[in-house]
């Protein structure tokens, strides 16, 4: 019972909620770039919500089903079809032994997520599934898929409840500008009052030197007060580093866990979604906002796919219990 990679795509790799807990040993948290597109395709085929997934950057695999299964695909629209019909993107649906899904051309945002119901047959390490390919941990060999990788499922479910259901609208917009909100901080005190100007009020342009790791930036220079260098410390997913040439990085899923440039602001949690669907060539403009504000838009996330699971129901029918000979309940 498994999916065998007939091609790899451009880069597709296992990805789960991240391997939390050892960056003080160096070790990358790494995990989705888009975590909200990882958590609704879980959802949507009856997974926990950080289930291991595959990420597909640009340009998706062609996968060949051995066995039957419901998947599901979000974030980034790459053009999905099975046996060459067009399927839907944002809505869960059965696969057939036999049948191949493929990858046509790259519509909108920069990664889809292909969720499996029962999850991949994934080794853990150090609590994830999550692929860290510059160590060569995790995944499958620590590396990106090739061809002729076999990865089997855990608990394939081709019968998942109210799969009719199972789909939401789709979440990645093109735009011709993105609104990222950010927490100042927590080098801001490192800039002169013109540089912080600069960095809330102009358009930066996503260059083509981006990876999981960081997404460089182009624009107008953002003014230190006595340049970019600080005593290394702590990097949190989507801190943006601004180094001696004022130009902002964004730091992403595979990012070094300490850094010695100084970091203007971070990206608030719920607008990950919007920098891990980036590509070369988008324009962003950041704007700032409130701890409160931000905590507030999470915990509304939070239950906004709390709503969603529930909506939907489980995703197993529930066996019935046999009570006694003839389904009475036996006396104590």
Excluded: W
């Excluded at 003014?223 to 949190?236: F, P, R, T, V």
């Excluded at 070369?280 to 931000?294: M, P």
């Amino acid at each position: 019972m498994s999916v065998t990679v007939q091609n790899s795509g451009l880069l597709t790799s296992v990805q789960d909620g991240g391997r939390i807990g050892y960056q003080q040993f160096g070790v990358s948290v790494s995990g989705v770039m888009d975590p909200r597109a990882m958590k609704v395709a879980n959802i949507l085929v009856g997974n926990e919500e950080n289930e291991a997934v595959l990420e597909c950057t640009m340009l998706g695999p062609q996968l060949h089903f051995d066995a039957d299964n419901v998947i599901a695909i979000t974030g980034g629209d790459l053009g999905p079809t099975l046996d060459h019909q067009p399927v839907e993107n944002y809505a869960a649906f059965v696969v057939r032994a036999g049948q191949t899904l493929r990858f046509t051309a790259l519509r909108s945002g920069c990664r889809a997520y292909i969720a499996f119901a029962g999850g991949l047959d994934v080794p853990l390490v150090m609590g994830s599934r999550s692929t860290y390919m510059k160590a060569g941990i995790g995944g499958v060999e620590g590396r990106k898929l090739q061809k002729d990788d076999v990865i089997g499922f855990r608990a394939p479910n081709p019968d998942v409840c109210n799969l009719a259901q199972r789909r939401v609208a789709p979440e990645v917009v093109p735009q011709r500008e993105f609104t990222v909100r950010v927490l100042l901080g927590p080098q801001d005190d490192l800039f002169t009052d013109g540089g912080i100007r600069t960095f809330l009020s102009e358009t930066y342009t996503v260059t083509n030197e981006f990876d999981r790791m960081g997404c460089r930036m182009d624009g107008p220079v953002i003014e230190h007060k006595n340049g970019g260098d600080i005593i290394s410390d702590g990097i949190a997913f989507g801190a943006i580093q601004v180094p001696g040439a004022g130009k902002p990085i964004i730091m992403l899923a595979d990012r070094q866990t300490t850094g010695g440039y100084t970091k203007i602001a971070n990206v608030i949690t719920v607008d990950y979604p919007i920098i891990g669907q980036l590509k070369g060539g988008d324009r962003v403009r950041f704007v700032e906002t409130s701890i409160e504000a931000a905590q507030g838009e999470l915990l509304a996330e939070r239950a906004a796919l709390q709503k969603l699971k529930t909506a939907l129901g489980p995703a197993r029918k529930r066996e019935k219990k046999l009570f006694g000979l003839f389904g009475r309940k036996k006396e104590a």
